[in-house]
């Protein structure tokens, strides 16, 4: 008769990037990590941002999915496939790694970035998007000053 044992796992970590690379040794190499968004103005369509998860502490095979959600709290903005979660004893990691592209944000404002385990939300957390300070432009010089 197989093993059956299922625990829950706990989400060890979630952090947002620009990109995430791997080593030949296994290692995973975040690259710009970042926990708010600021571009000169809205719209604004992001090449690539990547949400990795660590979850540690479990037993068995789940279903994980990412998401980030609008300002507004409850329209979701992207959403990734469900990607299993697989461990196979109580001591064993399984990070999960997802790359969102040409994501649009239409305006500044708390977005969220949401992780559900089996459709349960396991953590949400603010991503938040503003509009970057235009520098002040230098006045024109008065003619005949230099």
């Known amino acids: 008769m197989p093993d059956t044992t299922q625990m829950l796992p706990d989400l060890q970590s979630s952090l947002v990037c620009d990109d995430v690379r791997q080593e030949h040794n296994g290692k995973f190499i975040l690259i710009g990590l970042f926990d708010a968004l600021a571009v000169p103005a809205y719209p604004a369509v992001f090449q690539r941002i990547c949400v990795v998860n660590r979850w540690c502490c479990g037993q068995g095979l789940y279903h994980q999915q990412s998401r980030i959600i609008k300002p507004d709290g409850v329209s ?71």
């Open 76 to 146: 979701v903005l992207v959403e990734g496939k469900e990607i299993p979660v697989k461990l196979d004893t109580e001591m064993a990691t399984a990070t999960s790694v997802e790359f969102f592209v040409n994501v649009r944000f239409d305006a500044e404002g708390v977005y969220w970035v949401e992780i559900r385990l089996e459709g349960d939300i396991k953590v949400r957390y603010p991503l938040r998007a503003s509009v970057l300070p235009q520098p002040p432009v230098a006045p024109a010089p008065e003619p005949g000053r230099a």
